[in-house]
């Protein structure tokens, strides 16, 4: 509006934009966010949905294996004096014993995602938890001729940590070696302390992770050799929760390849006030 003597008005205009563009990109954002939180529901809801199912499956099928492995003990303990019956009874124990670890892998795995473990916490030692991880693994170590060379301090090393959890750690790490390297292959432990940190190396001979797998290595359901897996036994998850265990008790865990065929190196790292330097215990 201008506006003349007297401040009287003599000329006036009026300015339209159009805005419909702007109106309907503003329409169609809105669509697309609703679009969006549908879809984030909707997987939010399948992934609930698929732990609550792993967990299930896990608790059904753990019923059956421990009623099998207490028939195999009844077994063993009938048959002392038939030499071809123990070594059946054996195998087969070792083989539920393989499939329990499996399922028990299934189902913290489930659980850790649910937010369902709490650690308990206790003063540990290097050395125990690195003796029990083997035991555990002892049977299919020995059955795929594998040597096992372990490297630790001579005094102990202390840190705090759920014991049972961290065998499980080192267990999986033990059992992937294991898996991964051709019959007759070496694997080797190495404890010690660095910087405030306890750090564990287990590393194989085996056929080692390519560059295009290494980024994904600890993913859920993630073998970098499928057929090797189908073939000895897996569900690509004992990395996973080796890697959520390790982050649950403060530290990190990260794998090492050089490539194909040229072995493997996984390397956790947790907190700990060190009171032993490096010396190696063969």
């Known amino acids: 509006v201008f506006r003349g003597g007297e401040q009287k008005p ?3 205009y009026t300015v339209f934009d159009d805005i419909s563009e702007l109106k309907h990109a503003e329409e169609e954002l809105r669509q697309a966010n609703e679009c969006l939180t549908s879809a984030n529901a909707a997987l939010a809801d399948a992934d609930r949905r698929k732990d609550e199912f792993l967990a299930m499956l896990a608790h059904e099928l753990r019923n059956p294996v421990m009623a099998i492995r207490s028939a195999m003990q009844t077994i063993r303990d009938k048959a002392e004096r038939n030499a071809d019956i123990q070594q059946a009874t054996y195998v087969a124990e070792q083989q539920v014993k393989h499939l329990s670890w499996l399922l028990d892998d299934l189902l913290d795995v489930s659980r850790l ?3 369902k473990i709490a650690l308990r916490k206790e003063t540990v ?3 125990t938890i690195i003796a029990e991880a083997l035991e555990t693994t002892r049977g299919f170590i020995d059955a795929r001729g594998h040597v096992v060379s372990v490297s630790l301090p001579e005094e102990p090393v202390h840190f705090e940590a759920d014991s049972t959890r961290i065998i499980q750690v080192v267990g999986n ?7 991964y390297t051709p019959q007759g292959g070496e694997i080797s432990v190495t404890g010690y302390c660095e910087r405030g940190e306890v750090v564990l190396c287990v590393r194989d001979n085996g056929i080692g992770i390519s560059p295009e797998m290494l980024p994904r290595v600890f993913d859920l359901f993630v073998q970098s050799d499928p057929f090797v897996a189908r073939s000895e036994g897996g569900l690509g998850v004992g990395l996973t929760l080796a890697r959520t265990l390790v982050e649950h ?5 990260n794998a090492h390849s050089e490539g194909s065929s040229r072995g493997s190196e996984f390397v956790v790292r947790l907190p700990a006030v060190c009171s032993a330097p490096f010396a190696s215990l063969r």
Do not use: C, E, F, V
């Open 113 to 115: 995602t649910r937010g």
């Open 249 to 253: 008790h403060g530290g990190s865990i």
């Open 125 to 127: 030692t290097l050395q």
């Open 10 to 12: 003599y000329q006036a």
């Open 173 to 179: 790490l033990l059992d992937n070696a294991a898996k």
